[in-house]
């Protein structure tokens, strides 16, 4: 089995910062594109940022700009850098990753979320 492990939220003033992070354990031969989605309430959930195993990456408009995504392929692990947070920023952060784990078949996974709270 594979487990995402995301830590970092929390709640901040708007216009601060936090850092997301992401760590991938068990057993498994690669990663694929790993990505940060959110899930505002009574909103549906969004892509928020994405990086392929080689370093790719791609925004929603709405963060551009102010969020960062990056990897490290020697941890598995996956970074989200939120600067300039605004109040609408607030959601739970969700990670995902596509994952071979044997032969040439990938496999989805999801974090369990972690909160991110900015007051205005």
């Known amino acids: 089995q594979v487990q995402l492990v995301e830590s970092g939220g929390g709640l901040v003033q708007a216009g601060g910062s936090l850092r997301l992070s992401c760590a991938a354990s068990?057993?498994?031969?690669?990663?694929?594109?790993m990505t940060w989605y959110r899930q505002a309430p009574g909103k549906q959930r969004e892509l928020v940022a994405d990086i392929t195993s080689l370093g790719t990456t791609n925004y929603a408009d709405s963060v551009k700009g102010r969020f960062t995504i990056s990897r490290d392929n020697v941890k598995n692990t996956v970074y989200l850098q939120m600067d300039s947070l605004k109040p609408e920023d607030t959601a739970v952060y969700y990670c995902?990753?596509?994952?071979?784990?044997?032969?040439?078949?990938?496999?989805?996974?999801w974090g369990q979320g972690t909160q991110v709270t900015v007051s205005s």
């Open positions: 995902f990753a596509r994952v071979r784990r044997t032969g040439i078949a990938m496999t989805d996974y």
């Open positions: 068990g057993r498994f031969l690669s990663i694929n594109t």
